[in-house]
């Protein structure tokens, strides 16, 4: 079974993700299917850049995200809040 999760990369104690689509028993950090995009939580605010059209293209085939990436597709996919005078 294919999963959308997050990948690993960075240095030590500099966590950079990508966000992977992988088969489920595969390492954290092993093969992938295909990077949809990336997340860099050290940023102020966090960075969190993903191809919906891609991610939406592998949930319909059956591909199960994980429930951070779930959140960060929906932080991904809400509009930028307006300024407020």
Do not use: N
């Not at 092993?30 to 990077?35: D, I, P």
């Not at 993903?50 to 996919?77: C, F, H, N, Q």
């Amino acid at each position: 079974m294919l999963s959308i999760r997050l990948r690993r990369t960075g240095s030590s104690k500099k966590p950079y993700y990508r966000v992977v689509v992988a088969d489920s028993q595969c390492w954290r950090d092993g093969r992938f299917v295909e990077v949809l995009g990336h997340y860099d939580p050290r940023r102020e605010p966090a960075v969190v850049k993903i191809d919906s059209e891609r991610a939406s293209y592998w949930i319909s085939k059956g591909a199960k995200p994980s429930e951070t990436v779930s959140s960060l597709l929906k932080r991904s996919a809400a509009p930028a809040a307006a300024p407020t005078a």
